[in-house]
């Protein structure tokens, strides 16, 4: 990819923190195309000068992102919400800009477009997040049919919002609620696979073909836990003794249509709808494995990043 302008909607995250230094790495130029340039400085100076380029965009106006865009070889896409707000909904935000970042990479000739999107994403679900992540995909490959779609499982790194999470949770509270007694499956994958994944589908091939186009890639770590398990697992790497307590589906409902009104909501009852379906590769997927890519163990890397809430960590 050397010489070659990647444009990276959505930069500013967690994901995007990782995706870039790869892709600098493979000698990427990279435009991070963020609604606040000041709060992705850092991307900028963490490489050689002039490899990183801040771009402010205003997804809402189809002439900001093309100009975003402009002459980027390939684009990807990695916007996403977990919960919505009054300005930022899942229809907007997984649908509408999706569609728009698709449509416009069409008009500009883009070489290659990746959608990052989720596992579970299933126009038919009763949860929002769900069924707008499915729609956004279609609405990207009918804009831009040699687009490549990636659905990680949840996502683990030492910067994650999963593990911390709940390691958080468990230095203030008695207990851990596990919604409708834990059962629901997670194949967790860890952050610096997903965007080792991105950039493989993004490598020039020798004859120029694009192997990875229309294709949607499933990732997911090298094993599938419950979310009992996955509790247990905190508890074990904090050293904390907490009560795993099971919250009834109608309970955690009420609790998320409550706790759902807060600015940055720690639960809502669209997250305890994601809850009753299992976030786990499926059976003909195409895997991290088809991209060349050994998964990394949940085992390997979280104990590490836990050790800090210990009592003397």
């Known amino acids: 990819m050397r010489g070659k302008l990647v444009t990276?909607?959505?930069?500013?995250?967690?994901?995007?923190?990782?995706?870039?230094?790869?892709?600098?790495?493979?000698?990427?130029?990279?435009?991070?195309?963020?609604?606040?340039?000041?709060?992705?400085?850092?991307?900028?100076?963490s490489g050689p000068t002039g490899q990183v380029e801040l771009q402010a965009v205003n997804l809402q106006k189809e002439e900001s992102v093309s100009h975003a865009i402009g002459d980027s070889d390939y684009v990807v896409n990695l916007i996403g919400i977990l919960y919505e707000s009054r300005k930022s909904t899942f229809q907007r935000v997984h649908v509408e800009f999706a569609k728009r970042i698709a449509t416009v990479a069409a008009k500009h000739n883009v070489k290659k477009l990746v959608q990052v999107s989720a596992i579970g994403a299933n126009r038919d679900s009763p949860s929002k997040y769900a069924s707008t992540k499915a729609h956004g995909e279609i609405e990207v490959l009918k804009a831009f049919p040699d687009a490549t779609i990636i659905r990680p499982s949840v996502i683990f790194g030492p910067e994650d919002n999963f593990f911390n999470k709940f390691a958080t949770m468990a230095e203030i509270s008695p207990f851990l609620?596990?919604?409708?007694?834990?059962?629901?499956?997670?194949?967790?994958?860890?952050?610096?696979?997903?965007?080792?994944?991105?950039?493989?589908?993004?490598?020039?091939?020798?004859?120029?073909?694009?192997?990875?186009?229309?294709?949607?890639?499933?990732?997911?770590?090298?094993?599938?836990?419950?979310?009992r398990e996955l509790m247990t697992m905190v508890l074990q790497d904090t050293h904390k003794r907490r009560l795993l307590i099971t919250l009834p589906y109608p309970v955690a409902s009420f609790m998320g249509a409550i706790l759902g009104i807060l600015p940055t909501p720690p639960l809502t009852r669209d997250q305890v709808k994601l809850t009753k379906t299992d976030s786990v590769v499926s059976e003909k997927a195409l895997t991290l494995r088809d991209l060349n890519i050994e998964p990394t163990a949940v085992e390997t890397i979280v104990p590490g990043y836990l050790q800090r809430y210990r009592s003397r960590g």
Do not use: C, W
């Open 177 to 227: 609620p596990l919604i409708g007694g834990g059962k629901t499956k997670l194949q967790p994958v860890y952050i610096g696979d997903v965007a080792e994944a991105i950039v493989h589908t993004l490598e020039d091939q020798a004859d120029g073909s694009n192997p990875h186009a229309g294709k949607t890639y499933e990732l997911g770590g090298p094993a599938v836990y419950t979310f």
């Open 8 to 45: 990276v909607f959505g930069g500013s995250g967690f994901l995007g923190s990782y995706l870039i230094p790869k892709l600098r790495a493979h000698g990427a130029m990279v435009r991070v195309a963020v609604r606040d340039t000041d709060q992705a400085i850092a991307l900028r100076t």
